[in-house]
């Protein structure tokens, strides 16, 4: 099993480096430079074309983009993401400020989404062809196929401006500091409800209906049939025998879900004004900020990689059967 772990992390370093090298070369390709932003930006203070200059030589911005690359990337390998364009602070300090609100809100979202699909997905396959499997087969077709963003903005015009249950934006709300701990904590939960619930229901429909199908096909295998004809109650056979087998290509599933979710989250961020990752490249690709934008693609490509790493050990640890050793020949 450690090999095989090694042996993915190994193949993921150069996967990270074509990614990273693609990505330096589009985006420095692009007509202008991150000093063009900052001089259209000054325009009205009539900023000295000698002080544009001398941050282009500040930050390398002169020099050709082989030269730029290859300093880039000896500085990325001594772990130097360099400075902010547009915040003048060190990248990794900005990483580390936002990366917690981003994971709080993407694993939020993947529980979520594997809760609710699970149960849905029980509910629909054990009544199956009825009303409410009908019911809920077209509601996971509907709300899978509604855009994230349309979905936010009109949950927001319901839920905040119309009925003002819940916030807008923002991760709490401007008298947090008075509050007491308890509150605090009831605070938080109250701001996640929408993000969240948007991140993560368009996922959590596809996974109803995966397992609804993976749950269908292990019911009519014959060690479920043994089971009930040994007598177990009905509970039983689903959740210890079904349900247990019906899960192992969900794991899988779950490892393909986070980077989606990751991707997604850069739009939520940004229609819920939170102060993760997603806001941070939003921003840095607006402003030409190019070690931010490098930064955040590499700690995406890094947590896509761990996600798969980890389904491929559940998926192992779900089924004893699955092995990613060589057996030896006998």
Known sequence: MWRHILKRLAQAIPL??????ITFFISHMAPGDP??????????????????????QKYGLD????????????????????ESFRYRRPVL????????????????????????GIIIGIVSAVKQYSALDKGVTLGSLIIYSIPGFWMALMLVLVFSVYLGWLPTSQTRSMDYEFFSWGQKIFDRLWHLILPVFVLGVGSAAHKARYVRNRLLEVMN????????????????????????????????????????????????????AWPGMG???????????????????????????????????????????VSYEKKKPV
């Open 93 to 116: 300090d900005l990483i580390a400020e936002r990366i917690p609100y981003t994971l709080q809100l993407t694993l939020l979202a993947l529980l979520f989404s594997t809760s609710l």
């Open 63 to 82: 020099l050709p983009i082989h030269v730029q690359y290859v300093k880039w990337l000896g500085n990325v390998v001594k772990g130097d993401f360099g």
């Open 279 to 321: 806001t941070l490249a939003v921003g840095a690709v607006g402003g030409r900020d190019y070690p931010v934008m490098m930064a955040t693609l590499m700690i995406s490509a890094i947590l896509t990689i761990v996600g798969n790493l980890l389904a491929d050990i559940t998926y192992v640890a779900l089924d004893p059967r």
């Open 35 to 56: 000093m063009d932003m900052y001089l259209e930006q000054q325009r009205q203070r009539q900023v000295d074309p000698e002080i544009i200059e001398l941050l282009r």
């Open 16 to 21: 990270i480096w074509g990614i990273l090298t």
């Open 221 to 272: 295998e014959e060690y479920i049939l043994s089971a009930r004809a040994r007598g177990l109650k009905e509970k039983m056979v689903i959740f210890k025998h079904a349900l247990r087998n019906a899960m192992i290509p969900l794991v899988t599933i779950l490892g393909l879900h986070l980077p989606a979710l990751l991707s997604g989250s850069v739009l939520i961020e940004s229609i819920f």
